[in-house]
């Protein structure tokens, strides 16, 4: 019996990984395509009803501690879908949302925020911004870009709210139970409180 169930969950765990190239594959498609990327974003604009509560309606987030999805990659927007879904990334909200929507669904989501602008901030503590520009170009840059804006495997970080960073910092130094096997705990059990502040102020006045 427990073979059957091992046999049973492995058929699902790749039909789910196979459905999931499927769906990055026809992503890449419609962003080649300006008629196809035009029905994908009006369907996903039609279907963000509950992302906006939180994340914006244009992606700009309503909450100091959420993340804004505007000018996100398609692709890394898609691909942190699919972790929320399958539990590789937990949170409350997300991990239900993400199951709740059609793998299409998602694909549209994602291009549509993506295709959004960030609505620019200025640094929190500007007294902070020389600690802040220093930290982020020994550990962010090299993944996340020159000017935090990010790529289709890592996020974008300009412009987030500080108050986002600040929380999400210190859970990846706090050993990053919603991420587990995350880059960004080792990364983070370095900095300190005035690290974490300096880099949360300097993130959200990025403007690449």
Not at 95 to 107: E, G, H, I, N
Not at 195 to 200: G, V, Y
């Amino acid at each position: 019996m427990r073979a059957l169930i091992f046999i049973a969950l492995s058929i699902f765990a790749s039909t789910s990984y196979a459905q999931q190239q499927e769906a990055l594959k026809k992503l890449s498609s419609i962003m080649a395509s300006p008629e196809l990327t035009q029905e994908a974003y009006i369907a996903g604009e039609d279907r963000i009803t509950l992302c906006g509560y939180c994340h914006g309606k244009d992606g700009n987030s309503t909450r100091s501690h959420i993340p804004n999805l505007a000018e996100q990659t398609p692709v890394y927007l898609f691909t942190a879908f699919e972790k929320f879904a399958s539990g590789e990334r937990n949170d409350f909200v997300m991990s239900k949302a993400a199951t709740m929507l059609s793998l299409d669904d998602r694909v549209n989501i994602a291009l549509f925020y993506g295709m959004q602008k960030v609505k620019q901030k200025e640094a929190v503590d500007p007294s902070l911004h020389d600690l802040g520009e220093t930290k982020f170009t020994q550990i962010c840059s090299a993944c996340h870009g020159t000017n935090g804006e990010g790529n289709d495997d890592m996020p974008r970080l300009a412009g987030q709210p500080a108050e986002y960073v600040r929380q999400t910092l210190t859970l990846f130094r706090a050993g990053g139970e919603h991420r587990p096997g995350s880059l960004m705990i080792p990364i983070a059990k370095q900095l300190s409180d005035a690290d974490i502040n300096a880099l949360a102020s300097y993130v959200q006045g990025l403007n690449p």
